[in-house]
């Protein structure tokens, strides 16, 4: 069953970094520096990933007769070091939530306050994404960034990261401040760290926003160099006439976001926002710390897209749950170079659903590769040693 994370306790902002790699919280007093962060991360093991395919090569059915499954499998081995890959034992749903400006601007069906709404439905275990948690065994957090309610609406652990009400209307005015999104960045890696720490081995990624998919638009469209019209899709299920307004309004914001393009910080400050900015923190530090992520929807789309352009590597560690029917998320992959999207349902909204929904095709394709056994005995690899240990470095355990 599933549990909403209530955080860990006080002493929680200070991880302890693990297997070396580094973690954000002494350095919160310091100037950010992504690029040495960046620098930070390194690739999936790939001698795991061909040990995986030598293991499948020992099973029954030619290779690729279970399709995506198999690379699906061999990407599992390759982020977690392990062969045959093994199911992730602790899951996690980490929601990043806040409020856009630009809703204002009749971008969106949700209402006022349908942010705020929404993390309580979450909390209390009645949204989708709270249901889908308890059938599919994972954990769900919920971290207030920017919301548009009371700094004590939903609790401490909520809102320990939370970075200010709302933000700006990103057509007009800039979203946060430079400071502001420094600190929302850093919220992102410090949590990234926190879960890296506490043994989440897979982490299914979504955002709860109302005027979300503009923000998310924006971003893309800036990054590459498209125009406003090429990345709107219809949200939260907008009209004709609602789609036009938030043509508008990209076009707008684009004309802002086209001058700090080249700075990733600059950029979420200008056209993103506190979750924008905490979600490509995340993602970064998730990549050094070596935790592999499920994207979910146009937000995580987009803030993959800014990350790619900090750390190129860092796309290996990611895979798509479900697509949607956002322009914006189909160009943004276009971009990153991922596979295309696990599932397309037709879920036409973000909210960590879709990267939930891929969760039992992960595990299943982990199960195929560590539960069906070998025709025959396997013999010792080529480059492995007589205990099983590839000599370039993969451990086979099998």
């Known amino acids: 069953m599933s549990s909403l994370d209530s955080d860990t306790a006080a002493g929680a902002t200070t991880p302890t970094p693990v297997d070396g790699a580094p973690s954000t919280a002494a350095a919160a007093s310091e100037p950010l520096?992504?690029?040495?962060?960046?620098?930070?991360?390194g690739r999936p093991d790939q001698a795991a990933r061909d040990a995986a395919g030598r293991h499948r090569l020992r099973q029954p059915g030619h290779v690729g007769s279970l399709g995506r499954l198999e690379r699906l499998a061999g990407w599992l081995s390759a982020v977690r070091g392990t062969v045959p890959a093994r199911p992730a034992a602790a899951p996690k749903?980490?929601?990043?939530?806040?409020?856009?400006?630009?809703?204002?601007?009749?971008?969106?069906t949700q209402p006022p306050g349908a942010t705020e709404l929404l993390v309580?439905?979450?909390?209390?275990?009645?949204?989708?994404?709270?249901?889908?948690?308890?059938?599919?065994?994972?954990?769900?957090?919920?971290?207030?960034?920017?919301?548009?309610?009371?700094?004590?609406?939903?609790?401490?652990?909520?809102?320990?990261?939370?970075?200010?009400?709302?933000?700006?209307?990103?057509?007009?005015?800039d979203a946060l401040t430079?400071?502001?999104?420094?600190?929302?960045?850093?919220?992102?890696?410090?949590i990234a760290d926190e879960?890296?720490?506490?043994?989440?081995?897979?982490?299914?990624?979504?955002?709860?926003?109302?005027?979300?998919?503009?923000?998310?638009?924006?971003?893309?469209?800036?990054?590459?160099?498209?125009?406003?019209?090429?990345?709107?899709?219809?949200?939260?299920?907008?009209?004709?006439?609602?789609?036009?307004?938030k043509c508008a309004a990209i076009r707008d914001a684009l004309r802002r976001a086209r001058r700090v393009q080249s700075d990733p910080i600059q950029l979420l400050a200008t056209s993103g926002g506190a979750d924008y900015a905490a979600m490509c923190g995340f993602l970064l530090q998730a990549a050094v710390?070596?935790?592999?992520?499920?994207?979910?929807?146009?937000?995580?789309?987009?803030?993959?897209?800014l990350v790619q352009r900090m750390a190129f590597r860092a796309p290996e560690w990611w895979v798509v749950g479900s697509a949607v029917a956002e322009p914006a998320q189909e160009k943004a992959l276009a971009r990153l170079g991922l596979e295309p999207p696990l599932l397309d349902q037709g879920v036409d909204r973000g909210e960590g659903i879709g990267s939930l929904i891929a969760l039992p095709l992960i595990q299943a394709a982990a199960d195929l590769a560590s539960a069906v056994p070998a025709v025959e005995e396997p013999p010792t690899p080529d480059g492995a040693d007589a205990d099983?240990?590839?000599?370039?470095?993969?451990?086979?355990t099998e």
Do not use: K, N
Request: proline residues 2%.
């Open 33 to 41: 520096d992504v690029d040495s962060v960046a620098a930070l991360v």
């Open 93 to 108: 749903a980490i929601l990043f939530a806040g409020d856009h400006g630009v809703a204002e601007l009749d971008v969106s």
């Open 178 to 190: 430079r400071e502001e999104a420094e600190q929302a960045f850093r919220a992102g890696m410090a």
């Open 195 to 245: 879960e890296a720490d506490s043994g989440t081995d897979l982490v299914l990624l979504g955002d709860l926003g109302r005027g979300s998919t503009t923000v998310a638009a924006v971003l893309v469209a800036a990054v590459t160099a498209s125009d406003a019209a090429s990345v709107v899709g219809r949200g939260s299920g907008i009209d004709d006439y609602q789609w036009m307004h």
């Open 120 to 173: 309580r439905q979450v909390l209390d275990g009645t949204a989708p994404v709270a249901v889908l948690a308890r059938r599919f065994g994972a954990e769900l957090r919920v971290v207030d960034m920017s919301v548009d309610a009371e700094p004590d609406a939903f609790g401490p652990s909520v809102a320990r990261h939370r970075v200010r009400r709302g933000s700006g209307r990103v057509d007009v005015a």
């Open 289 to 305: 710390r070596r935790l592999p992520v499920v994207l979910d929807g146009v937000a995580s789309a987009a803030c993959a897209l």
């Open 388 to 396: 099983g240990t590839s000599t370039d470095g993969a451990a086979v």
